[in-house]
């Protein structure tokens, strides 16, 4: 996570979300473990396409539609964001 805390990291990625989608939440709303999809935060899956394009182009990684994966990636923001720094490219 290259100089934050895990904590730091999910706000960044919180707000990154709250930006790309905008969103009419603070980034203390999202809960670490809400689910993001359907219930909780409430995105669709065109917002899981937008927020899979935003993270792509900051952290250099690739969040594919076929990705058998996905569902449990974007299941919180806990999972995506644990994701995102494992695989991160910058």
Known sequence: MLGT???DF?????ALM???L???VAVADIGL??????EGLGLDS??????????????GLQLRADDA??????SSLRHLADHIAAQRVR
């Open 22 to 24: 905008n969103l009419e």
């Open 18 to 20: 709250i930006e790309c």
């Open 33 to 38: 473990d809400e689910p993001l999809y359907g």
């Open 5 to 7: 805390t895990p904590t």
């Open 69 to 74: 994966n996905n569902q449990q990636i974007f």
């Open 46 to 59: 065109i917002d899981v396409l937008e927020v899979a394009l935003v993270v792509s182009k900051r952290y």
């Open 10 to 14: 999910y706000n960044e990625i919180a």
